[in-house]
């Protein structure tokens, strides 16, 4: 369901209104102190959404977070919290941040009957910066109930932000009952890391990637050195500038030109990021931006009945958008589908950068069939159409 952008349909509308209606009497009950008719209510809206309320003597107030489950459900959760009255007496926060070690191990005691304290970890990197924690369980057999638990496990102890952001997957595999002897020599390298140090080595790695990324916008990047006309067909690697790689996919079968799933051929400046994207990984542009840039494409279906009009209708509308957005904004991709082109951007303003988009996309007359989609996961069931009657999807 889009609540975002574009202009929303009268069935999409009834429904952002019917959330919002659902939402004021869950947080009404919870403010009356009937906390799991709360829940139970807030739960109701939407599977990926759930609210939860701890009343603890050490807090002076409850606390209630509402947690998304997936990161398309972000936008939703935000919305659902804004619903919220002023005078609910009680800490809301959107997401729930890391808690301490033993109080995660008992939750997972509670919710799975597992006991998790001596699991061995180990992380390194995947594609797009997503980092894949593997839990060592002794005596484990490596069963999807285990893997529930360690999912759950690593989410609690690094907060539901970080873990939809920057943790791609979450393995279990068998450990030794025990484990190994230790090693006596504390300078020794070791191949496993202990549960409670999880948190600082996820932080550690973000900052890591964080401090990789360049300090300045792909914009002010692009006006210190001049890369020319990006062409996906020619392969000119002069045109394109050495930070740039073909890349030759296969699209998906039926593809509807939806999330590029009819892609067969593109050029980009952020490889990574598109990989990801085509692979259905999570996606966010805060792992290859440290400036707040967010990634977008333009898609179009094209109506040219040879490979060079469209490529030339293609360069023609990259030189449009990449003038309309100089300064706050630069091109960082083109591709062609099946039936669709593409054109991929990095803007630093979302709301001022799409509206400059949409009013170019319209002034060179771009085709029906045109919309603006987004690279991040949090918002992959949003998109913007150029012209009013034009629809990506019925949902």
């Not at 936008?75 to 609910?88: C, G, H, N």
């Not at 009957?113 to 180990?122: F, I, Y």
């Not at 792992?287 to 209708?313: I, L, N």
Request: hydrophobic share 45%.
């Amino acid at each position: 369901m889009r609540l975002c952008f574009g202009d929303l349909s009268m069935a999409e509308q009834r429904e952002k209104t019917r959330a919002g209606e659902r939402a004021r009497a869950a947080w009404q009950c919870l403010r009356e102190g009937d906390d799991a008719t709360a829940c139970a209510l807030m739960d109701a809206i939407d599977p990926r959404v759930a609210l939860t309320v701890r009343r603890e003597p050490a807090f002076e107030l409850a606390v209630a977070e509402l947690t998304a489950f997936e990161a398309s459900a972000w936008p939703l959760a935000e919305l659902l919290l804004q619903q919220a009255p002023a005078d609910l007496a009680c800490a809301v926060s959107l997401g729930r941040m890391a808690v301490p070690l033993e109080q995660a191990l008992a939750e997972v005691r509670a919710s799975h009957e597992l006991e998790l304290a001596d699991v061995s970890v180990r992380a390194g990197f995947g594609r797009g910066h997503l980092l894949e924690i593997t839990l060592g369980v002794p005596g484990g057999q490596g069963s999807e109930h285990e893997q529930n638990a360690a999912e759950n496990l690593v989410r609690a102890l690094v907060g539901d932000r970080v873990f939809e952001t920057w943790i791609g997957a979450v393995h279990v595999t068998p450990a030794p009952r025990g484990g190994s002897l230790r090693v006596l020599d504390v300078n020794a390298p070791r191949t496993s890391l202990r549960l409670h140090e999880l948190f600082d080595t996820v932080a550690a790695a973000v900052l890591g990637v964080l401090q990789g990324l360049p300090e300045r916008t792909r914009a002010e990047l692009a006006r210190t050195c001049v890369t020319g006309s990006v062409n996906a067909v020619a392969g000119d690697d002069d045109a394109r500038g050495g930070d740039w790689t073909l890349l030759e996919t296969e699209p998906v079968e039926g593809a509807s030109s939806e999330r590029k799933d009819d892609l067969v051929l593109a050029s980009t400046c952020t490889p990574e990021l598109l990989r990801c994207y085509l692979d259905g990984s999570p996606c966010a542009s805060r792992r290859f931006s440290r400036v707040g840039e967010r990634f977008v494409f333009v898609s179009y279906q094209d109506e040219e009945r040879t490979m060079s009009a469209r490529v030339a209708r293609r360069a023609a509308l990259e030189a449009a958008l990449s003038e309309c957005v100089a300064g706050d904004g630069v091109v960082t991709g083109v591709g062609f589908g099946l039936k669709t082109s593409y054109v991929d951007l990095a803007l630093c303003n979302l709301e001022t950068g799409l509206a400059r988009l949409v009013a170019k996309l319209r002034e060179q007359g771009a085709p029906a069939r045109t919309f603006i989609q987004f690279f991040d996961s949090e918002l992959g069931d949003e998109w913007l159409s150029i012209w009013p009657d034009s629809r990506l999807t019925e949902g």
